[in-house]
């Protein structure tokens, strides 16, 4: 059974960091970009960032550019998201989605994280 | 950067009627990149449809998607319970993959 399993998600205040997870379960993840998309409490979807089922690129978005960084460990079948220099606006459930395709099959079912002092 | 408009904002349907959401992008699309996501309430989002108007698997023909260039549809016919959620379309092709703001379909 397929399933992407987040974690790693709390409140911390502004200003720190935080690394958030996601495990495969049930399809082989290497063969698979991922990405992590956010949705601010009452809010719309949002794109944070994508990495090549290689590892070999990535994107983010802009609101996260150069804050954020997202890797992958194979062996281990997780997805990472080191978030830096957490703002208030950064508040949001987290999701880890994975793409064969490009489009996203698979979806966890996310993380909160509350940016707050 | 491409940007998409989905209209309407909300859509108010009985059971058993159809739904029609359109989304509108800022440029072109290339059709293989346009997906549609169901968001219920507490849940995660789930693929609808993939490539503009392919159905995802086990996603009942009840769903339909068309359009290219700027201008895509989804189509829902014969509402059930569980339609009467948020849609999003999203763009694949090109970082930033944006989504559309959504349509929140409630019943009247």
């Known amino acids: 059974q397929v399933q992407l399993v987040e974690s790693g998600g709390g409140v911390v205040q502004p200003g720190r960091s935080l690394r958030l997870s996601c495990t495969a379960y049930g399809f082989t993840f290497s063969n698979y970009g991922m990405h992590w998309v956010r949705q601010a409490p009452g809010k719309g979807l949002e794109w944070v960032a994508l990495i090549w089922y290689d590892g070999s690129r990535k994107y983010y978005g802009d609101s996260v550019k150069g804050r954020f960084t997202i890797s992958r460990d194979d062996s281990k079948n997780t997805l990472y998201l080191q978030m830096n220099t957490l703002r208030a606006e950064d508040t949001a459930i987290y999701y880890c989605?994975?793409?064969?395709?490009?489009?996203?099959?698979?979806w966890g079912q996310g993380t909160l994280v509350t940016v707050s002092s | 950067e491409i940007v998409l408009t989905q209209s309407p904002g909300t859509l108010s349907l009985s059971p058993g009627e159809s739904a029609t959401l359109s989304c509108r992008a800022s440029?072109?699309?290339?059709?293989?990149?346009l997906a549609w996501y169901r968001q219920i309430p507490g849940q995660a989002p789930r693929l609808l449809i993939y490539g503009a108007s392919s159905r995802a698997a086990d996603i009942p023909d009840r769903f339909s998607g068309s359009g290219s260039g700027t201008d895509f549809t989804l189509t829902i016919s014969r509402l059930e319970p569980e339609d009467f959620a948020v849609y999003y379309c999203?763009?694949?092709?090109?970082?930033?993959?944006?989504f559309g703001q959504g349509t929140k379909l409630e019943i009247k």
């Open positions: 999203q763009q694949y092709g090109t970082s930033p993959y944006n």
């Open positions: 989605a994975g793409s064969y395709y490009d489009y996203y099959e698979y």
């Open positions: 440029q072109s699309v290339s059709s293989a990149y």
